[in-house]
């Protein structure tokens, strides 16, 4: 599979072209190309804001115009949030990646290119492209910064590509305590409410009882925990005996 390439259009700023840089590998992108740099090339603004991504950078080609930059692509989509005239399908960001992925693994070339801070791209270069790609933001303040725009066509990317759980529980080197834990921390608590007389009217013991018990094995205590449980129980016991210590 080849990944896209990131194509910037007449780029102003050298410090964005860095933190496009970086964005792009954020997400595992590294394909870049710089059409007609206003402050020239190399660029050590650029290189600063890399923030070590200077590879993507090292590796950037550099193109007097979009026809040589675009030479190579089987399929080239704009990112403009401007209506302009054109007649052109408009995808989300969501969708142009998956059509991304599905020509990159038939080995097809795919291009994006992304216009300079001050207006974006011109239609000169969207006549050049196959399709367009509009991120869905503020219809009254639509205006992305050119780094921006890049992270979240390099995001979309990277999201289709590797496969990531939704939800990963970071244990910090603690073990879950297991069942027995759980029920002997359950009968520890248990026996002390019961000596204080929280259990009442005894014959709402029982539903209370189960109660508790649930809560305890819903909560998915590590071992470390069930611990300080054990331990902040026997204190207020301790203190409770002992008044004056």
Not at 118 to 128: C, T
Request: one cysteine or more; hydrophobic letters at 45%; glycine letters at 8%.
């Amino acid at each position: 599979m080849i990944p896209p390439v990131f194509v910037l259009v007449r780029p102003q700023m050298g410090e964005n072209i860095g933190a496009a840089a970086r964005a792009m590998l954020n997400f595992g992108l590294e394909r870049m190309r710089v059409v007609g740099p206003r402050d020239g090339w190399p660029n050590e603004r650029a290189v600063a804001l890399a923030s070590g991504a200077g590879r993507v950078l090292d590796q950037a080609g550099v193109f007097a115009d979009l026809d040589g930059a675009l030479k190579d692509c089987d399929f080239v989509m704009a990112t403009t949030a401007r209506g302009r005239e054109l007649t052109k399908p408009v995808y989300t960001p969501e969708r142009a990646m998956e059509l991304a992925r599905e020509m990159a693994a038939q080995g097809k070339r795919v291009g994006f290119l992304f216009g300079p801070e001050r207006a974006g791209l011109e239609n000169e270069d969207i006549v050049r492209a196959n399709a367009i790609v509009t991120v869905p933001v503020n219809p009254e303040f639509f205006s992305l910064n050119l780094a921006q725009c890049v992270l979240l066509l390099a995001y979309e990317w990277r999201r289709q590509t590797v496969q990531v759980a939704p939800v990963v529980m970071e244990m910090a080197g603690a073990d879950l305590a297991d069942a027995g834990e759980i029920a002997a921390l359950a009968a520890h608590y248990e026996e002390d409410l019961e000596a204080a007389g929280f259990f009442f009217p005894a014959h709402k013991a029982p539903k209370m009882k189960t109660s508790l018990r649930n809560m305890w094995s819903r909560l998915g205590l590590t071992r470390a925990e069930v611990q300080t449980f054990h331990g902040m129980l026997r204190q207020i016991a301790y203190r409770i005996k002992n008044p004056g210590k």
